[in-house]
């Protein structure tokens, strides 16, 4: 009987999140004959193979393993290596709903439904603080690889996901305008849910994420219509908008001091301050936070700002594009 649905799950040292993914999978409200689960490990080194391995022999379970090329690479193998009509994506630290297939799947008696993106929730959204890792899609139009379905000739296609997205970022977005830019829709489900943990991550989460610039040219260079079209302006561009205070703020001190001009200087350390007012504000936004936190922010986003400049410009100049 012919394979409805393949779960691709991309893993990179998460071996303690991913058991729990595969047992929410493996008690899908769905047929068990119906789908299969592909595990891509993409080259871990913390034992994620032994217990890939060890769940592989309770079911409808498939482990596949590559070097370290990516979250991208490591989708792409889970599709070549899939049988179903419908892909869907999802992550180790994710736990679906019981009925998450079974929910998206209506959705495609539609035939101009190339893909269906679903419902995701912070699992535990009283730890989330500034420093946390966490995914929220409430209303759609995001396009998070966490929670989404994809025709299979839809991916082959599009050629599926784009290699040089070689971190966790915008690789989802590129596809997904892939998509729409042939005329086909992707529709939010959402009663098809994954619950997606807030994970304390290390105080450098910031600086990690000031790389992420980088992609923004990519993404910007193959589609700059939908970029602007589809990202949020105020923190899903390449520079959030409140960072552009600290942008312009330099080169007026700069000039202030030049000129010996205190109320020029005065000006741009007042609208320096309010850029980073607003940062921290926005980093804080509902998550709980911790004088520490604050202190840690305050300190860490007189850099990151220009990091993330650092980034974008250096995507610029790879790609040949002018993203901001």
Known sequence: MPITVSVVVPTYNQKDFLAGCIRALKDQDFPGEDYEI?????????GTQQLSEELQSTGNLKYFRQENKGPGAA???????SNGSIIAFTD??????????RSALPYFNDSGVAGVEGKTIIKNPDENTPFS?????????????CNIFYRRETLEETGGFDERFKLAIREDSDL???????DKKIVFAPDSVVAHPSINKNYLKHFRKAKEGFYDALLYKKHPKLYRRKLKWYDGWAFPVYYYGYYLSI????????????????AAVILFSLSHVATIAFACRKKTVTLKHLVILFFQFLVIPFIRFYWVMKGNLKYKTFVW
């Open 38 to 46: 592909i595990v891509v490990d993409d080259g871990s080194t913390d």
């Open 75 to 81: 989708r792409n193998l889970g599709i070549s290596k």
């Open 92 to 101: 180790t630290d994710c736990i679906p709903d019981k009925t998450w297939i």
């Open 133 to 145: 890792h966490q995914a929220q899609n409430s209303k759609g139009n995001n396009f998070m690889t």
């Open 176 to 182: 997904a305008f892939a998509v729409i830019e042939t």
């Open 251 to 266: 080169p007026v001190i700069i000039i202030s001091l030049i000129k010996n001009n205190m109320s020029l200087l005065l």
